[in-house]
């Protein structure tokens, strides 16, 4: 059984930096691309951004040259570091392998 576990959001003025990390569990981390998804109230969940094996990385236009995304396999961990934030970039982030999914972590951006 896999098992993420994401870990850095908090409450952040505008402008601000968050990095969030996506803990896994098992053998498959080298195996899969790392994905961060997000969900706002209300809305739908989008994909934000993905991390191949190899190290290459596409991001959504919304955060593109504000977000970086990487991985880490020897600590099996991925990450998202989020500078220039906004209160649009509000919502739970959740990543994911596979099919394997984190339970979210909470990223508010406000004044």
């Known amino acids: 059984q896999v098992q993420l576990v994401e870990s850095g959001g908090g409450l952040v003025q505008p402008g601000g930096s968050l990095r969030l990390s996506c803990a896994a569990s098992g053998s498959i981390f080298n195996i899969y691309a790392v994905h961060w998804y997000r969900q706002a109230p209300g809305k739908q969940r989008d994909w934000v951004a993905t991390?191949?094996?190899?190290?290459?990385?596409n991001y959504a236009d919304s955060v593109k040259g504000r977000f970086t995304i990487s991985r880490d396999s020897v600590k099996s961990t991925g990450y998202l570091q989020m500078n220039s934030l906004k209160p649009e970039d509000t919502a739970v982030y959740y990543c994911?392998?596979?099919?394997?999914w984190g339970q979210g972590t909470q990223v508010t951006v406000s004044s």
């Open positions: 994911r392998l596979s099919q394997f």
């Open positions: 991390i191949s094996t190899g190290g290459m990385a």
